[in-house]
Every structure is written in C-alpha cells, then in structure tokens.
C-alpha cells in the first residue's frame, strides 16, 4: 500500500496544485465574466421592455439580475470557503480531540507494527489526514489478517487422519481390530476461515474508500468552480447547484468524515494491541493454566475481529448515509436533487 | 501430526472441563467493555465524551451564536425584500424565521443535561425489564440497577452499553468455548465409530463395526457449527457498532445542531440528530431488556422457567444447564459409557443454543427495526425527508 503521505506530495500547499489549487485567482475572473455578460443582457432587456410595451420582461430581467447577483455572491462566499479548506491545518483540532494517530495517542509505547503506521501528524491538509487515518487502518486490519489469522488458521484446520491397527495374530491377514478417524475441522477454525473470508471481502470496500479519498481533493478543486459558474447562467443553474452539493459532499464531508471515523477507530486500535495475548504465553502461564493464553489470543482474536467488522462495514455505509444525505438535501436546496448513490447502485 | 491432534483433541476437552467460572475467569471481557464503556476507560481520552453533555458548552454557545447570525441575516433579507417589494424573499423569511425559533428549542432541549437523556434511556429499559419479567424471567436481576440514582445521569447511560457489550461477548465466547468442547467429545465418538473388530482370517469371516452407528451426534455437531459461528459473529458486531454509536453518534448530534442552522444544511442537520436519536438512545434501550434474560441464564445453573417457552419443551433431561455445566455432565457420562443419555443431553445443549440464539437474534432485530423506525420518524419530523423517501437506510440494512 502506498503510503499517503507520498501521494500528497503535490499538495495545495506546496505549490505544486497550481490552478486546481487557487480557487480565487483561477475561476473568479471566469465567474466575473459570466455575471458581467448576464447583467449586461438583462440590463439591456429592462431597459428596452417599456418602449416594446412587455411589462413581463422588465420583472423577468430584474428577477435574473437578483439571481445573478446571489449566484455571483455565492462565488465570493465559496471561494473564501475552499481557501480556507486549503490553508487551514486541521491537526491541532484534530489533535485536540485525540482524533490523530501519531500524537498524544490513547496509549503510549504500542509497537508502531499494530498501532500507528504513518505519522499523521506531518499532514497540514484535512485530505492527507483522511488518506492517513484510513491508510493506517488498513495496515493494521491486513497485518493482522497475514498474521495472526492466518497462522492460527493454518494451525487450526489441519485435517490429519490416522488409522490403529492390531492384529490377534500377525500371520494372519484382516483378524484383529483397526481404529480409523478422519477428523473434521475445529469450530473455532470454521469461525477463523469464515471471519478471515468476510475480512478478506470488506477490506477491498476500504481500499475503495482510499481511492475516493484520492480524488476528494480534485473533485473540491474541479466541480464546485464549475459548478459556481455554472450557477450563474440560467440554463445551467439546477445543473452547478448539483455539482456544487456533490464537490461539498465527497470533496469536503466525506474527508472529514473518513478523519473522524478512522482516527478514532486507528487510536482505539493502539490501545486493543494483541500484547496481552503474547505477555500471557509464557512458561509460568502455560504451566499453571494452559488454556489461558490461548483463551487470551482468542479474547484479542474478538476484539480484532470487532474492530475489523466496525470499520470495513458499518463506518462505510455511516459515511456513505451521511454524505448522500447530505449532497441529496444541499443539491436540493442550491439546484437539481442530486442522489449519488443511487448513481452508484445504477452502475452496479 | 498425530500428536498435534491429540494435543487438540486435548485442549477442547480441558476447555470443557475447565468450567463455567474458570473459563470467565481467563475470557474477561470485563477489560474490553471497561476499555470502551467504563468510567475508567479510554472515553476520557475523547473530550467530546464528557460526564454530561451540557459540559461540553462551547458548541452550545457555537450553536446559539449562529442562529443569531441566522436571525440578524434573515431581518436584512426581510428588509430588502420589503424595499425592493420581492414577495419571494418575505415568504422566506417569514419560513426561515419559525424554523431558526425551533432551532433554538432544539438546542436548549438536546443539551439540557444528561438527566434529559439518560432518563429516557432508562425508562424504556425498565420498560422492557418489566415486559420480560411479565412474560416469565422472574427473578434475573439486571447487570446494572437502573435509575438508582436520578441524578447519575451519564452513568446509567454508560451502565447501559457496559451491560450489553458484557452480555454479548461473554455469550459469544461461552458459544464458541462451549462447542469447541463439544467438538473435542466428537473427537471421541468418531474414533469410537471408526473402531473395527475384523475375524477375517485368510480373507472369511465377519468384521463388526459396533459403534458405527454414532452419527447423530456428528450431525448434531455439523448443525450447531455454521449456528454458533453466525449468532457470534452477529453479537460481535453488535457490540462493536455499538462501540461506534457510542463513541461518534454524540459528534454527529453536535454537527447536526450546528448544520440545521442554517437554512441550505438543515435537512442534513436533521439527518444527523435523527441518526443519534435513533441509535444512540433508544437502540441500546430496547436491546438491554434482552441481554438480562440472556446473563441471567448464563450465570444460573437452571434456565427453566426463565424462558418465554417455559421448560417443557426442552428434553427429558431435568433442566436446560448452561453449556460449561452440561460439559462437565457429559464428561461424566462418557466415563459411564451412558450413550442413551448423551444424546439426550447433547441434544439439550443444540435446543439450548437454538433457543438462545434465536432470542438473542430476535432482540437485535427487534431493536434494530424500531430504533430504524423512529430515525425515519424523526428525520421526516426534523426537515430531512431524503431518509424516508428513498429508503436510504433501508437498503443499507
């Protein structure tokens, strides 16, 4: 998995963003342009609507005009809105709230391998944090796939079988007894290979999450211009009205969202290490109770696995709820309802 | 490899004969559950989690700060509408203007105190407590004494969750460890059924196999595996979407407070706090009336009675006994050789877990559906109707 603090190496704040980056420089003399072209007309027509005597077109030009000047606001207010999208460092809030792997985590001295695998603290935008969060996540639930379910797995579901024989009188061929057993898997090992499946299966969601964490950034940077243009014309504005939603929505509540969720989940990861379970194998152990570190690798096996399910299934469909709830009420509000899973679901 | 197998066999037998308290002894999820739920727990680590919500007053303030923008906004856009005679901008204004007074009750009500929240929480659970109580679980006390203390507010709601999340996973490991030791004893039945005695000298004779008949057992078993290993996985999931809830679903009542503000965010501020109304509150309340018959049964030595079904329908075998108990009785009898009762008892154990699983599995549903029910209810009552009219959550159920 790449690590994302290198994915983000051509960020907004190094410079590198260029005009994706500069929301006011980039679109606003395009926005301008538009609001100029539209006054323009609609001045024209309210100024000509008494001498064609058509009272209609004096009301219809001043109604574009206060649309088109709200449409222009919103340019200005969105654009301050994105610039600070991509100044503001959310790391100190973010830290504040014990929200950031890497820094003040729940528990100290965790070995990195199961806690923290990236640094979140390095990132200076709310979209390499998210990329972070859901990168360290994934680390943590496919390492302990390869590992410890794996192993316990392979040890688990060996099916040997065996056969006793004795014979009453060795000269004599078939008289005796014979004991044979072929010996089914273990439960616990039909839990493991069932758990290690579902996993295996819910873990592609997140890697499809992390790719549409990737291209948050562009959709913010690309659609909500277009989309604020867009607004401005006419025949256009239920169309920008939409792309103005769904750029907010997977280019800034998605992000967020995926911070808060996974951060959480990766800190409460560091504190739900597996040391237990491997302090609890040791000789006194073994001697004195021999269930009881297995017991113990099957107490963290749980937790893990719980951990697992929370956040390749239920995060997911949280977030994906709130994010199209979220684009199909703003879209509704600013333009064309707009629902973009059903889109998703119409594909599939 | 025929040593690693005995060592197997070997392991799942002394799990069985550990014993109900030896086993909880080494499986404590008391850490887990005090980790996430507990007072002393990682939830001080969190600062939005506080003792009582109205602690958290900066997003009261916040909140109240930006209806007051709302409000001064809406009077400049009424003013301007007034002036320049638009009808449209009076008409929404003279809208926005009710709405942002909601607002403001809104707030003052979902942060006024966790004794507000907590108190619903435990009237529902009583509730249920009561429901159960009436249709024959006489006598379980819950995990927690409910609303002992009025005033403990955030305890009791942290009471709550704790209760399940003990309930669930100690139920599911009891299952696994219970079945891993009946599966051991299977070990047993199938080598005795593979047990061949051949008088075929030079090829004539007869060969006896006079235990080949000891398959039901294994069916039993066969049955009880793909059963046990759902009910567990489901109990798991449970208690760690409820980590979840329990942990975020306050943030999402913050952002919703905040978001039904303003006039284009509301319906998805509505959204979020229908969410947390949803499961926060009532899904851990009406599921905790459930885990009390369930804890009961697990910590006494005779279910009968207990159960909504009573205690004849289970076999002739006196009582339904909890499965560490039942181990040890059928360890006994393996000695004695009492094939006739085994089977009555294993088979005691398969409609024991039956009948708990599909109790345990009816209350999460049950619980699932109302608390659904209610978001939908609240999401259409709070300006978000996106939820109900496209059966948004119903397909991600």
């Given at each position: 998995?790449?690590?994302?603090?290198?994915?983000?190496?051509?960020?907004?704040?190094?410079?590198?963003?260029?005009?994706?980056?500069?929301?006011?420089?980039?679109?606003?003399?395009?926005?301008?342009?538009?609001?100029?072209?539209?006054?323009?007309?609609?001045?024209?027509?309210?100024?000509?609507?008494?001498?064609?005597?058509?009272?209609?077109?004096?009301?219809?030009?001043?109604?574009?005009?206060?649309?088109?000047?709200?449409?222009?606001?919103?340019?200005?207010?969105?654009?301050?809105?994105?610039?600070?999208?991509?100044?503001?460092?959310?790391?100190?809030?973010?830290?504040?709230?014990?929200?950031?792997?890497?820094?003040?985590?729940?528990?100290?001295?965790?070995?990195?391998?199961?806690?923290?695998?990236?640094?979140?603290?390095?990132?200076?935008?709310?979209?390499?944090?998210?990329?972070?969060?859901?990168?360290?996540?994934?680390?943590?639930?496919?390492?302990?796939?390869?590992?410890?379910?794996?192993?316990?797995?392979?040890?688990?579901?060996?099916?040997?079988?065996?056969?006793?024989?004795?014979?009453?009188?060795?000269?004599?061929?078939?008289?005796?007894?014979?004991?044979?057993?072929?010996?089914?898997?273990?439960?616990?090992?039909?839990?493991?290979?069932?758990?290690?499946?579902?996993?295996?299966?819910?873990?592609?969601?997140?890697?499809?999450?992390?790719?549409?964490?990737?291209?948050?950034?562009?959709?913010?940077?690309?659609?909500?211009?277009?989309?604020?243009?867009?607004?401005?014309?006419?025949?256009?504005?239920?169309?920008?009205?939409?792309?103005?939603?769904?750029?907010?929505?997977?280019?800034?509540?998605?992000?967020?969202?995926?911070?808060?969720?996974?951060?959480?989940?990766?800190?409460?990861?560091?504190?739900?290490?597996?040391?237990?379970?491997?302090?609890?194998?040791?000789?006194?152990?073994?001697?004195?109770?021999?269930?009881?570190?297995?017991?113990?690798?099957?107490?963290?096996?749980?937790?893990?696995?719980?951990?697992?399910?929370?956040?390749?299934?239920?995060?997911?469909?949280?977030?994906?709820?709130?994010?199209?709830?979220?684009?199909?009420?703003?879209?509704?509000?600013?333009?064309?309802?707009?629902?973009?899973?059903?889109?998703?679901?119409?594909?599939? | 490899?025929?040593?690693?197998?005995?060592?197997?066999?070997?392991?799942?037998?002394?799990?069985?004969?550990?014993?109900?308290?030896?086993?909880?002894?080494?499986?404590?999820?008391?850490?887990?559950?005090?980790?996430?739920?507990?007072?002393?727990?990682?939830?001080?680590?969190?600062?939005?989690?506080?003792?009582?919500?109205?602690?958290?007053?900066?997003?009261?303030?916040?909140?109240?700060?930006?209806?007051?923008?709302?409000?001064?906004?809406?009077?400049?856009?009424?003013?301007?509408?007034?002036?320049?005679?638009?009808?449209?901008?009076?008409?929404?204004?003279?809208?926005?203007?009710?709405?942002?007074?909601?607002?403001?009750?809104?707030?003052?009500?979902?942060?006024?105190?966790?004794?507000?929240?907590?108190?619903?929480?435990?009237?529902?659970?009583?509730?249920?407590?009561?429901?159960?109580?009436?249709?024959?679980?006489?006598?379980?006390?819950?995990?927690?004494?409910?609303?002992?203390?009025?005033?403990?507010?955030?305890?009791?709601?942290?009471?709550?969750?704790?209760?399940?999340?003990?309930?669930?996973?100690?139920?599911?490991?009891?299952?696994?460890?219970?079945?891993?030791?009946?599966?051991?004893?299977?070990?047993?039945?199938?080598?005795?059924?593979?047990?061949?005695?051949?008088?075929?000298?030079?090829?004539?004779?007869?060969?006896?196999?006079?235990?080949?008949?000891?398959?039901?057992?294994?069916?039993l078993?066969?049955?009880?595996?793909?059963?046990?290993?759902?009910?567990?996985?489901?109990?798991?999931?449970?208690?760690?979407?409820?980590?979840?809830?329990?942990?975020?679903?306050?943030?999402?009542?913050?952002?919703?407070?905040?978001?039904?503000?303003?006039?284009?965010?509301?319906?998805?501020?509505?959204?979020?706090?229908?969410?947390?109304?949803?499961?926060?509150?009532?899904?851990?309340?009406?599921?905790?009336?459930?885990?009390?018959?369930?804890?009961?049964?697990?910590?006494?030595?005779?279910c009968s009675?207990?159960?909504?079904?009573?205690s004849s329908s289970i076999g002739s075998a006196a009582t339904a006994q909890?499965?560490?108990?039942q181990?040890?009785t059928?360890?006994?009898?393996?000695?004695?050789?009492?094939?006739q009762s085994e089977f009555v008892d294993i088979f005691d154990f398969y409609i024991f877990s039956i009948i708990?699983?599909?109790?345990?599995?009816?209350?999460?549903?049950?619980?699932?559906?109302?608390?659904?029910?209610?978001?939908?209810?609240?999401?259409?009552?709070?300006?978000?109707?996106?939820?109900?009219?496209?059966?948004?959550?119903?397909?991600?159920?």
């Open positions: 998995m790449l690590d994302p603090i290198l994915m983000f190496a051509a960020s907004c704040s190094s410079g590198v963003g260029g005009l994706l980056c500069s929301p006011i420089t980039g679109w606003f003399p395009f926005a301008s342009l538009g609001v100029l072209v539209i006054m323009l007309i609609a001045s024209l027509i309210y100024g000509l609507s008494p001498i064609m005597g058509r009272s209609e077109m004096r009301t219809w030009a001043r109604l574009k005009m206060y649309e088109t000047l709200f449409s222009f606001l919103l340019v200005i207010i969105f654009s301050g809105f994105a610039l600070m999208v991509y100044t503001i460092n959310p790391i100190p809030l973010f830290t504040n709230l014990n929200l950031v792997p890497g820094a003040g985590s729940v528990a100290a001295g965790i070995p990195a391998v199961w806690g923290v695998h990236s640094d979140c603290t390095q990132v200076t935008d709310i979209y390499g944090l998210s990329e972070c969060d859901l990168f360290n996540f994934n680390s943590n639930i496919v390492y302990y796939l390869n590992n410890v379910i794996g192993g316990a797995t392979i040890l688990f579901s060996s099916t040997p079988s065996f056969q006793l024989k004795y014979s009453f009188n060795p000269a004599i061929s078939n008289f005796g007894l014979s004991l044979g057993l072929t010996l089914d898997s273990l439960p616990i090992a039909e839990f493991l290979e069932g758990s290690t499946l579902a996993i295996g299966s819910l873990i592609i969601l997140s890697q499809v999450q992390l790719l549409l964490l990737d291209a948050a950034m562009l959709i913010f940077a690309i659609l909500l211009p277009l989309g604020l243009v867009a607004r401005i014309f006419g025949i256009t504005r239920s169309f920008g009205g939409a792309m103005i939603a769904f750029a907010l929505g997977i280019g800034l509540i998605f992000p967020i969202m995926v911070s808060i969720t996974y951060g959480f989940l990766v800190q409460v990861l560091s504190v739900l290490a597996v040391q237990p379970a491997i302090n609890a194998i040791n000789a006194v152990a073994l001697l004195s109770d021999p269930t009881g570190p297995v017991l113990a690798i099957v107490n963290s096996v749980f937790e893990w696995l719980g951990i697992a399910l929370a956040g390749t299934l239920v995060l997911p469909l949280i977030t994906f709820t709130i994010v199209n709830t979220f684009i199909i009420d703003f879209s509704q509000a600013v333009g064309e309802r707009m629902d973009f899973l059903s889109l998703l679901t119409s594909v599939a | 490899m025929i040593v690693k197998n005995f060592v197997l066999a070997a392991f799942a037998l002394l799990m069985a004969l550990t014993g109900t308290a030896h086993a909880q002894s080494i499986i404590n999820f008391a850490n887990t559950c005090s980790y996430f739920f507990g007072q002393g727990g990682i939830a001080g680590s969190f600062p939005w989690l506080g003792p009582n919500f109205d602690s958290y007053g900066f997003v009261l303030q916040v909140a109240l700060l930006i209806v007051a923008m709302v409000f001064a906004a809406l009077a400049i856009m009424y003013a301007v509408g007034y002036g320049f005679g638009i009808p449209r901008i009076l008409v929404f204004v003279k809208t926005e203007y009710l709405e942002s007074v909601l607002n403001i009750i809104m707030i003052v009500v979902l942060f006024g105190g966790a004794a507000v929240l907590s108190g619903g929480m435990v009237f529902i659970s009583n509730l249920g407590n009561a429901v159960i109580a009436s249709a024959g679980a006489a006598g379980s006390a819950p995990l927690v004494a409910l609303g002992a203390n009025p005033t403990a507010g955030y305890q009791d709601i942290q009471g709550i969750y704790s209760s399940v999340c003990q309930t669930y996973m100690s139920d599911a490991v009891s299952h696994l460890a219970g079945l891993s030791g009946l599966n051991g004893i299977s070990y047993g039945y199938s080598i005795a059924s593979g047990f061949v005695i051949n008088l075929m000298p030079n090829g004539m004779g007869i060969s006896i196999a006079p235990l080949a008949g000891i398959t039901p057992y294994l069916l078993v066969g049955f009880l595996s793909p059963l046990v290993s759902g009910v567990v996985g489901i109990e798991i999931g449970v208690v760690f979407f409820m980590v979840i809830v329990y942990y975020l679903f306050p943030l999402l009542l913050f952002a919703g407070v905040l978001m039904r503000s303003f006039p284009w965010t509301r319906a998805a501020g509505g959204t979020l706090i229908a969410l947390f109304i949803g499961f926060y509150i009532f899904f851990p309340a009406l599921i905790y009336p459930f885990t009390t018959v369930n804890y009961h049964c697990l910590e006494q030595a005779d009675g207990q159960y909504i079904l009573g909890d499965p560490f108990t181990l040890q059928l360890a006994g009898e393996v000695a004695q050789a009492a094939v708990n699983a599909t109790f345990q599995i009816f209350g999460i549903i049950i619980s699932f559906v109302i608390s659904y029910s209610l978001l939908e209810g609240f999401a259409d009552l709070l300006g978000a109707p996106s939820l109900q009219a496209r059966d948004m959550l119903k397909k991600v159920v």
